[in-house]
């Protein structure tokens, strides 16, 4: 689930989004100030959008937002309000972390694609497909996860890369828009003694 606040660019709406809403087809049902876009096939929930959201709580930001419990209390009230039986549920795990590539593989329908076996967490594994050109078993870099928000606005949602599940993406510093990103293509590469599992800091993780 990824929340986005940006007043400037859409308004005084925050988006609550479940999965990709790219071609499919979609419909949208409004109640005061809760519009629910649902899949028209099965009436499955993909987003909410919560309008004047502003007159619940107190948000700011331009761009992916964390709420607290107590803010997602108020937000689930007012969908309980409107006849909404679904609950918002809080994940405030980190989103990019300090990960490390312990398995690659080409890929089998690739001349470029690797699949990577990616440590996220003290043992955690998640399967990545990366075609960064120093991607490299042992190398230690930044991975967004699912429920993650590029600086750029595009979701990382769990999909498929030629047929290839993979479970977020290998970022470069362009990627993540850091002070004086490298502009040519590849991963970043952290030192060997930074922590596997940790939320990335740039004041702290990254030399340009």
């Not at 809403?21 to 096939?41: A, P």
């Amino acid at each position: 689930m990824i929340f986005a606040y940006n007043k400037e660019h859409v308004g005084d709406v925050l988006l609550v989004i479940f999965q990709d809403t790219k071609d499919v087809k979609r419909s949208v049902e409004r109640k005061g100030k809760i519009g629910r876009v649902y899949l028209d096939e099965t009436g499955e929930t993909l987003a909410w959008n919560i309008f004047d959201v502003s007159t619940l709580i107190d948000i700011e930001g331009q761009g992916q937002v964390f709420l607290t419990d107590e803010q997602l209390a108020v937000l689930n009230a007012e969908l309980a309000k409107e006849g909404f039986d679904q609950v918002l549920e809080n994940d405030n795990s980190p989103k990019f972390v300090v990960a490390e590539i312990v398995e690659m593989v080409d890929h089998p329908d690739s001349d470029h694609l690797h699949i990577c076996q990616v440590e996220i967490n003290d043992g955690q594994r998640v399967q990545i497909v990366c075609g960064a050109p120093n991607a490299a078993q042992g190398l230690k870099t930044v991975a967004a996860l699912p429920g993650a928000m590029m600086p750029s606005g595009s979701l990382i949602f769990p999909g498929k890369l030629r047929g290839e599940d993979s479970f977020g993406m290998l970022c470069s510093a362009r990627e993540l828009e850091l002070p004086n990103a490298p502009q040519v293509r590849g991963i970043i590469e952290l030192s060997d003694d930074v922590v596997v599992g940790e939320r990335f800091d740039a004041s702290k993780h990254w030399t340009a």
